[in-house]
């Protein structure tokens, strides 16, 4: 079978499955141009920008109702060590303004 299959994703990247349908748990409309996922859709998480309640950076969740925008924002909000470049990096400035 050579049928062309559309590929698509959320806005989120991760990918629709259903051929010819925008959303795998509703049925998407179009208001004034903006996708718009039908009330209840489960998926509807996927396609909308959250604020992270860190940096206050909007972002695409990469899970439902996820509200840091990654690790170290993470390790930050929760007071977590933090392993990112950029908290290994001023760990190692800090260490040097100790001695
Ligand atoms: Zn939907
Ligand atoms: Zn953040
Ligand atoms: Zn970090």
Known sequence: ??????????????????????????????INGHKTHEAGCPF????????????????????????????HCYADYWDLPCDCEFCIELELELQNEDC
């Open 1 to 30: 079978m050579a049928t062309k299959t559309k590929v698509k994703t959320y806005r989120n990247g991760e990918p629709i499955n259903l051929e010819y349908h925008e959303c795998d748990g509703c049925e998407v409309l179009y």
């Open 44 to 71: 509807e998480w996927k396609d909308y920008k959250v604020e992270c309640k860190n940096c206050d950076k909007l972002f695409y969740p990469e899970f439902d109702r996820q509200e840091l925008c990654s690790n």
